[in-house]
């Protein structure tokens, strides 16, 4: 019955497909695709999917014999339908894919007929099952991204899609395309920021040195900038111990220092880093203009920073960081021992960041140059 009604419409679609006039032709061809896509939704609603696919065969064989410039069928329905026929080899290949460029959605009754069919059919986990049926782990994920996409899932779910099956689209040609074609991700740039911090430490004395000076808070500040998750930091401290030598004297102690760090964890909140340093220290001891005595000495630096924002707006965010590390302290003014100061710093966090749009991380298997 069906390949009879085909017959009657080609023959006299082509008729009128010779005529001189125009708007004869126009006339004529649409409703030749009207019929087409009711024959096709009367096909899928029974389930007769070979018919489905005989009928979207013959309607682009008849596109292509009258010169129909429209298409009968929409790019994301010939996938779905070919998906149904169980092209599979067709679906894999992304030169073939590309002649479809995935137009807009037609809104008629087989346009919603087909894509419920494949909803339900999701639902029912059939369409899984029918996706296990692709044996390559590569093709069946490139299968599953192309269909979601057909079936008119956002492209940021589309992209999570891809991210997801990454380690599977082991063919470089099928994750380019995807990637090109659907993968989008924009937001804070979390690798690369301006950031500086101010507050109170603690330190603590450790060895010899704590013969002479007590423990003691102090101030610091810092300025880092980071790349690509590369932390480079200028560190300014200040550190009010009191000296328990001989009376009389104050005692000054700071530096100032330079860090290099990494960013080992992160989320959009909570930042860990290690780093180490070198700074240049200043010990003195003063009791009066003309009775002081000072040294400057280079320590080494290393410990670790975690800073957690309770405040964010478009660029930027406030929180708090705490900041634990150890430096080396050399013999100092008059009889100051060399030894540690094991810090811990509390500190207000301002960080600068900007919107971006990413750039998609191919695996390092493969290579970063277009093909």
Not at 171 to 200: P, T
Not at 223 to 237: E, K, P, Q, S, T
Not at 250 to 278: C, K
Request: proline share 1%.
């Amino acid at each position: 019955m069906t390949r009879l009604v085909l017959f009657i419409l080609l023959s006299v679609v082509t008729a009128f497909a010779g005529s001189v006039i125009d708007l004869e032709k126009d006339v004529a061809l649409s409703r030749a695709n009207q019929k087409f896509r009711q024959l096709a939704a009367e096909a899928l609603e029974k389930e007769h999917l070979e018919q489905l696919v005989q009928i979207e065969r013959a309607a682009a064989a008849f596109a292509d014999s009258v010169g129909y410039e429209k298409p009968l069928f929409q790019d994301n329905e010939v996938i779905l339908v070919r998906f149904l026929e169980k092209d599979y080899a067709f679906l894999a290949d992304v030169d073939s894919m590309s002649k479809y460029d995935y137009a807009y959605d037609a809104y008629d009754h087989f346009a919603d007929a087909l894509k419920n069919y494949f909803r339900k059919q999701q639902a029912l986990g059939g369409l899984e099952k029918a996706f296990e049926q692709i044996e390559n782990a590569s093709d069946r994920a490139y299968a599953r991204i192309v269909i979601a996409h057909c079936l008119n899932v956002q492209r940021s779910e589309l992209s999570k899609m891809i991210e997801k099956n990454v380690d599977d689209l082991t063919n470089e040609k099928q994750l380019r395309n995807l990637v090109q074609k659907y993968w989008h991700k924009e937001g804070y740039d979390m690798e690369n920021y301006l950031c500086g911090a101010i507050g109170a430490s603690y330190n603590v004395m450790i060895g010899d040195v704590s013969e002479r000076l007590d423990d003691a808070f102090g101030v610091t500040s810092e300025v880092d900038y980071v790349f690509r998750n590369i932390l480079f930091g200028l560190r300014l401290a200040i550190e009010m111990n009191e000296y328990t030598g001989e009376g009389g004297y104050a005692y000054t102690g700071g530096g100032l220092g330079f860090d290099v760090g990494a960013t080992t964890f992160h989320t959009d909140w909570l930042f860990l880093r290690f780093y180490g340093g070198i700074s240049l220290e200043v010990s003195e001891l003063k009791k009066s203009e003309d009775d002081r005595d000072g040294k400057v000495y280079p320590s080494l630096e290393a410990g670790a920073i975690m800073d957690t924002f309770f405040y964010k707006d478009a660029k930027k965010r406030i929180g708090i960081r705490v900041r634990s590390g150890f430096k080396t302290m050399a013999t100092g003014a008059r009889d100051i021992s060399a030894g540690v100061n094991f810090y811990t710093a509390l500190q207000f966090v301002f960080l600068d960041t900007k919107y971006k749009k990413f750039e998609f991380k191919y695996p390092e298997t493969l290579s970063k140059s277009t093909p």
